[in-house]
Antibody
Framework: QLQLQESGPGLVKPSETLSLTCTVS??????????WGWIRQPPGKGLEWIGN???????YYNPSLKSRVTISVDTSKNQFSLKLSSVTAADTAVYYC????????????WGQGTLVTVSS | DIQMTQSPSSVSASVGDRVTITCRAS??????LAWYQQKPGKAPKLLIY???SLQSGVPSRFSGSGSGTDFTLTISSLQPEDFATYYC?????????FGPGTKVDIK
């Protein structure tokens, strides 16, 4: 059964870079039918798509975050990562990683999510 | 960008009620729509994809319909475990967007 798990610091200072890693287990990240995505959810608010990456390294970003976001993939470790630069309090959120089907356009499964707080 | 709206933003219902949630896309997306259920403190769970296909393991009381710009998620007989927030998400093209969510709570 495919599982995803986010990891990284839970507290980041303003203006610094948020870095998270998603580890995929129970399946290969090098599947031709899937992207790997990051989605975030500020406390008490809705879901915001951050971006997707294909195992080849092709990326798709939310234009509202594109200037600050970098998503990368490490197929040898079955992991993909998120970097968000110049963070502010508005970037405080639960960050989820998820598998995205390029055939049917859904996210499934999702990681459990990790809360990242931006505060000095 | 294709923007998504949902209505209502919240609905109060009783066990056994039929509940309908609407999702609208700002432009046509054919059937490229998914629905998710999210409970407090949990990750979203896929319910429906390509507008009307039921994800494996999801109870048959959940159904989806629609195409183009207007879509519906229906819960035919609300169960206690269905009280949650529901989100739609388009998959027509990048950037992807989720709807703002509809909270279903106990009447």
């Amino acid at each position: 059964q495919l599982q995803l798990q986010e990891s990284g610091p839970g507290l980041v200072k303003p203006s610094e870079t948020l870095s998270l890693t998603c580890t995929v287990s129970g399946g290969s990240i090098s599947s031709s039918s899937y992207h790997w995505g990051w989605i975030r959810q500020p406390p008490g608010k809705g879901l915001e798509w951050i971006g997707n990456i294909y195992y080849s390294g092709t990326t798709y970003y939310n234009p509202s975050l594109k200037s600050r976001v970098t998503i990368s993939v490490d197929t040898s470790k079955n992991q993909f990562s998120l970097k968000l630069s110049s963070v502010t309090a508005a970037d405080t959120a639960v960050y989820y990683c998820a598998r995205y089907s390029t055939v049917t356009g859904w996210f499934d499964p999702w990681g459990q999510g990790t809360l990242v707080t931006v505060s000095s | 960008d294709i923007q998504m709206t949902q209505s209502p933003s919240s609905v109060s219902a009783s066990v056994g009620d039929r509940v309908t949630i609407t999702c609208r896309a700002s432009q046509g997306i054919a059937s490229w729509l998914a629905w998710y259920q999210q409970k407090p403190g949990k990750a979203p769970k896929l319910l429906i994809y390509t507008a009307s296909s039921l994800q494996s393991g999801v109870p048959s009381r959940f159904s989806g319909s629609g195409s183009g710009t207007d879509f519906t998620l229906t819960i035919s007989s609300l169960q206690p475990e269905d009280f949650a927030t529901y989100y739609c998400q388009h998959a027509n093209s990048f950037p992807l967007h989720f709807g703002p969510g509809t909270k279903v709570d106990i009447k």
